[in-house]
């Protein structure tokens, strides 16, 4: 049974740093691109960045490019996401996913980790 396990959320001050874990079990994840969503409230559940576990390939979207870095340890299974530079707006329930690489859906999710930052 494949889970992910999100850890690391909190309350921040703007400017600050957190780093997200997602731990990966159940299955042979090098085939998967695991991916970190968030939705804040009232609003609908975005789309922040990914990772190809295989290739080590990573995109973001324009509004955390050169704040938010994802990263991988293979020997833990676990994929990480660096957030630096903390905006109020950042604030959301943050969410790991995994899906197939050549799949567009994304088959498995975590639990959600709160990330609030205060301005």
């Known amino acids: 049974q494949v889970q992910l396990v999100e850890s690391g959320g909190g309350l921040v001050q703007a400017g600050a740093s957190l780093r997200l874990s997602c731990a990966a079990s159940?299955?042979?994840?090098?085939?998967?691109?695991m991916g970190w969503f968030r939705q804040a409230p009232g609003k609908e559940r975005e789309f922040v960045g990914g990772i190809s576990w295989g290739t080590g390939n990573t995109y973001y979207i324009d509004s955390v490019k050169g704040r938010f870095t994802i990263s991988t340890d293979i020997a833990k299974n676990t994929v990480y996401l660096q957030m630096n530079s903390l905006k109020p707006e950042d604030t959301a329930v943050y969410y790991c996913a995994a899906r197939y690489m050549t799949s567009q859906r994304y088959d498995y999710w975590g639990q959600g980790t709160q990330v609030t930052v205060s301005s």
């Open positions: 159940g299955r042979t994840f090098s085939s998967y691109v």
